[in-house]
Structure formats: structure tokens, C-alpha cells
């Protein structure tokens, strides 16, 4: 889960499914980040010292494609390119510990390429959770969820998959749920994906602190809904009966 200091509360939930946490700004692209990204990894290289260039398929921009800075146990890393910036973990110490991380970052970022007017934020957490195998997958044991079709509605499926876009009024939230069927020594699994996105409007970067704990509170919302009873006591340690 990696170090959490004791100025920060533990997470709420010590048997959590996430693999992976991402906060992401954008912004009007900026030459400059092209052009001393060294000196903004000269900046992280002590804590970020690991360096992936991307990958790039056939028509994509090099300038428009994130340079990773990752740490040695590939624990965190931070995402640049000309028009983005972005602070990941696969080990969530909480969202205390998190907002601090990514917004000491981020506004590093920000004040050496004197990033003002954002286009878009997002948070995103990605969830994994691994179930036993059988003939219904059970998302309802674990996630409360029901589909109604005319007179027909269901909460045990044999295949599932949902993909939904919500408004609210601050931004929208993009909500993945399906199946990962076990394959080379994979266990069984849901997929839980929540994607917080805010944009358009006047976005700053001197609002960030806002717009990160807005887009965790609504994003906690929703996934505080969906745990059943029995799967919340399983995330909190309490085991399943």
C-alpha cells in the first residue's frame, strides 16, 4: 500500500480491490514542456528516477505522447507530454495521502511551464475483484446491481458488461463494470472502473485542490452505493461469513 506517514489517516478500506489511482490535468499545449522536460525530470529524478519513453503507433505524435518518470519499485509514476500532466499509483495510501502526493506535483508542474487554463481534469480508479469461478458470474455479491428490461429485471448473469456515462453538476463520471474471465493463472474478476471528469467552463490550475477533492467525493459517492453489505465488511477486514 506503500509508506503512510502519521500525519495522514489510514485507508478506510484495508482489503481494497483498487490497481491503480490516476489524477490528470490538460491544458492548451504548451512548446516549453517539449523542450526542458530534463529539467522538470532533474526535479523528480530523485524520487521518479526510472525513464519510459512512449511507444508510438503509426500517425501519433511524439509531442502529444507521455513521457513516464516512474519510481524504482514502479510504485508511482508521473506523466508528461505538451498538453498533459499526470500523477499515478498502483499502491492507494488513502485519498489524504494521495491528494498530497498528486497535488505536490502537480503544482510543481504547473509553476515551472506556468500552467494557468486547464481543459479537462480526471480522477480514475481502477478496481479488480477476484471472484470463484462458476456458471453466474455474481457481480451481486458484490456490487449492487440490477438490470430492468420492460417486465423482465435481473441480477444474476451468466455474461455481463456495463458501460455508462453519468452527468452531475460539476462534471460527468464514466462507469465500467464487467467480467474478466480467468486465463493463464488469472483468477475470475470484475472489472470496476470510475472515470471523474471535469472540463470546459473556466477550469484553472489555481483550483485544483478543488477540483480533485470534488472529483473524489463524487466518485466515493457512487462507489459507496454500489458495495453490498457483505463486501464492504470483507474491504474493511472484517472477512466474509
Excluded at 480526471?122 to 470463484?132: E, F, K, V, W
Excluded at 435481473?154 to 452527468?167: D, T
Excluded at 457512487?222 to 453490498?228: A, K, V
Aim: glycine letters at 8%; one cysteine or more; charged letters at 25%.
Amino acid at each position: 500500500m506503500g509508506e503512510v506517514t502519521n500525519e495522514f489517516p489510514r485507508p478506510d478500506y484495508p482489503n481494497s480491490p483498487l490497481e491503480g489511482v490516476v489524477f490528470e490535468i490538460r491544458f492548451p499545449g504548451e512548446p516549453a514542456i517539449e523542450c526542458h522536460r530534463d529539467e522538470f525530470f532533474a526535479m523528480a529524478r530523485a524520487e521518479f528516477p526510472t525513464v519510459l519513453v512512449p511507444k508510438l503507433q503509426t500517425g501519433e505524435a511524439v509531442a502529444l505522447s507521455p513521457y513516464r518518470f516512474q519510481r524504482a519499485d514502479n510504485s508511482a509514476s508521473l506523466m508528461t507530454a505538451l498538453n498533459l500532466f499526470a500523477y499515478q499509483t498502483s499502491r492507494y495510501p488513502g485519498f489524504p495521502k494521495f491528494k498530497h502526493d498528486a497535488l505536490r506535483w502537480v503544482k510543481a508542474f504547473g509553476q515551472r511551464f506556468e500552467i494557468g487554463r486547464l481543459s479537462r481534469t480526471g480522477l480514475r480508479y481502477t478496481n479488480i475483484i477476484p471472484y470463484a469461478p462458476g456458471d453466474v458470474f455474481p457481480v451481486a455479491d458484490f456490487l449492487d446491481v440490477s438490470v430492468k428490461l420492460g417486465v423482465v429485471e435481473a441480477a444474476s448473469f451468466s455474461h455481463f458488461q456495463l458501460s455508462a456515462v453519468i452527468p452531475s453538476t460539476s462534471g460527468e463520471i464514466t462507469v465500467q463494470i464487467q467480467e474478466m474471465e480467468g486465463a493463464n493463472g488469472i483468477e475470475s474478476s470484475i472489472f470496476l472502473d470510475f472515470d471523474f471528469a471535469m472540463s470546459g467552463g473556466e477550469l484553472h490550475l489555481d483550483r485544483v485542490d478543488e477540483y480533485l477533492e470534488n472529483s473524489h467525493t463524487e466518485t466515493k459517492r457512487l462507489f459507496e452505493g454500489l458495495l453490498t453489505s457483505r463486501y464492504r465488511s470483507f474491504l474493511r477486514g472484517e472477512g466474509l461469513e
